[in-house]
């Protein structure tokens, strides 16, 4: 039987160094083909051309670089730009560009869906299939950097952020999310600043211990309610590790680093979790916690009972909150393709009502 090839494209430096070590290699190989990969975007062993020819011959017959298939690419009257992308075994995944003036941010899918079912979010309301390999997470910034460097000359190196903020739980595939993260960060590869790579977990503590331990990128909270009651209702999650626990990890996250803070991600959701009250009741479980707040306008899905909050509503929420912490209101963006946050659905393989609906999208695109 044939053994199957290995994606290079999903080593990190470790990984590598491994890899090439195995085959009798010197670890700086790692670097070469780091920079070949990621830097240059060379998916071709035989245009790395500081390798020797015998070593390009191996990796032919055993490596593969490989990302998944660009589906259905789009961009919104905004600038924003959504690709959806294939992967080899026909799930779907999505991944979004959000431009501004002072930077360009990515936000990228750890999973095929996700399993934790937030009351309010249209990824959790399609189901689970499964965690990306670190080749799929990755790819999708090799993707993006590539395209959007093609698109009017404007986005040469637009990507200046990473967020995973898009399809899946990042905690719950920590095991491939980290090699992933290395590379965003890593020189040789895409060389992101720490503090611009942001992971965010609806709060899977034992996880955010580990992603602690092991690298120091951001962290964002789902929070989205102020009290326990709530939460379990809209972030189920919070049943198995509840607020108290919740906030103490957070205060405790970066006490090496006493410049940094956790972002809080509060989803705005009309007479459900917006009014004066449940700001004060934020600004008490927040207590010591260096934190800042990210409220953001609800985007409505189809079928969903919830509805966005009024601006004024909004704008009172953040009053209350302003004088101790750090608050913005973001910007909604992408509305018009389905790329706003909360509105990233892929395709979970198997849901057909998905499937039929992007053909359909495509074909209007291709009239
Ligand atoms: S909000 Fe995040 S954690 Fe909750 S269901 Fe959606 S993708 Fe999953």
Request: glycine content about 6%; charged content about 25%.
């Given at each position: 039987?044939?053994?199957?090839?290995?994606?290079?494209?999903g080593?990190?430096?470790?990984?590598?160094?491994?890899?090439?070590?195995?085959?009798?290699?010197?670890?700086?190989?790692a670097?070469?083909?780091?920079?070949?990969i990621?830097?240059?975007?060379?998916?071709?062993?035989?245009?790395?051309?500081?390798?020797?020819?015998?070593?390009?011959?191996?990796?032919?017959?055993?490596?593969?670089?490989?990302?998944?298939?660009?589906?259905?690419?789009?961009?919104?009257?905004d600038?924003?730009?959504?690709?959806?992308?294939?992967?080899?075994?026909?799930?779907?995944?999505?991944?979004?560009?959000?431009?501004?003036?002072?930077?360009?941010?990515?936000?990228?899918?750890?999973?095929?869906?996700?399993?934790?079912?937030?009351?309010?979010?249209?990824?959790?309301?399609?189901?689970?299939?499964?965690?990306?390999?670190?080749?799929?997470?990755?790819?999708?910034?090799?993707?993006?950097?590539?395209?959007?460097?093609?698109?009017?000359?404007?986005?040469d190196?637009?990507?200046?952020?990473?967020?995973?903020?898009?399809?899946?739980?990042?905690?719950?595939n920590?095991?491939?999310?980290?090699?992933?993260?290395?590379?965003?960060?890593?020189?040789?590869?895409?060389?992101?600043?720490?503090?611009?790579?942001t992971?965010s977990?609806?709060?899977?503590?034992?996880?955010?211990?580990?992603?602690?331990?092991?690298t120091?990128?951001?962290l964002?909270?789902?929070?989205?309610?102020?009290?326990?009651e709530?939460?379990?209702?809209?972030?189920?999650?919070?049943?198995?590790?509840?607020?108290?626990?919740?906030?103490?990890?957070?205060?405790?996250?970066?006490?090496n680093?006493?410049?940094?803070?956790?972002?809080?991600?509060?989803?705005?959701?009309?007479?459900?979790?917006?009014?004066?009250?449940?700001?004060?009741?934020l600004?008490?479980?927040?207590k010591?916690v260096?934190?800042?707040?990210?409220?953001?306008?609800?985007?409505?899905?189809?079928?969903?009972?919830?509805?966005?909050?009024?601006?004024?509503?909004?704008?009172?929420?953040?009053?209350?909150?302003?004088?101790?912490?750090?608050?913005?209101?973001?910007?909604?963006?992408?509305?018009?393709?389905?790329?706003?946050?909360?509105?990233?659905?892929?395709?979970v393989?198997?849901?057909t009502?998905?499937?039929?609906?992007?053909?359909?999208?495509?074909?209007?695109?291709?009239?």
């Amino acid at each position: 039987m044939e053994t199957a090839k290995v994606n290079l494209l999903g080593l990190d430096r470790k990984g590598l160094q491994s890899f090439f070590t195995t085959l009798g290699e010197k670890p700086y190989r790692a670097d070469q083909v780091l920079k070949w990969i990621h830097f240059n975007g060379v998916t071709d062993f035989n245009a790395m051309t500081n390798l020797s020819k015998t070593l390009r011959l191996q990796l032919i017959e055993i490596a593969e670089i490989t990302t998944p298939h660009i589906l259905f690419e789009k961009q919104a009257s905004d600038g924003t730009y959504k690709f959806l992308l294939q992967l080899k075994d026909g799930n779907c995944i999505e991944t979004v560009f959000i431009p501004e003036k002072t930077r360009g941010t990515l936000c990228i899918s750890s999973q095929v869906g996700c399993i934790l079912n937030c009351d309010f979010c249209s990824t959790g309301k399609q189901g689970f299939n499964r965690n990306l390999s670190t080749a799929e997470i990755i790819s999708q910034l090799w993707i993006a950097v590539r395209k959007l460097s093609l698109l009017d000359g404007q986005h040469d190196h637009a990507v200046t952020n990473v967020v995973m903020m898009g399809m899946g739980e990042p905690l719950l595939n920590l095991d491939n999310v980290l090699p992933a993260l290395n590379l965003m960060l890593d020189d040789c590869a895409y060389g992101l600043s720490k503090y611009r790579v942001t992971v965010s977990t609806a709060g899977v503590i034992p996880a955010m211990q580990q992603l602690r331990e092991h690298t120091d990128v951001a962290l964002a909270v789902s929070l989205h309610a102020p009290n326990d009651e709530l939460r379990n209702e809209i972030v189920p999650l919070n049943k198995k590790y509840p607020l108290k626990e919740l906030m103490s990890v957070c205060r405790d996250y970066f006490k090496n680093e006493p410049r940094r803070s956790v972002t809080m991600e509060y989803v705005m959701l009309a007479g459900v979790n917006d009014t004066p009250m449940h700001a004060k009741q934020l600004l008490k479980i927040l207590k010591d916690v260096p934190a800042k707040l990210n409220l953001i306008p609800f985007n409505p899905f189809p079928h969903t009972t919830y509805k966005r909050s009024s601006d004024t509503a909004i704008q009172q929420f953040k009053e209350i909150l302003q004088d101790k912490f750090h608050t913005t209101v973001r910007k909604t963006r992408g509305e018009d393709i389905d790329a706003a946050c909360g509105q990233l659905v892929g395709e979970v393989k198997d849901k057909t009502r998905r499937k039929e609906r992007y053909l359909r999208e495509i074909n209007t695109d291709a009239q």
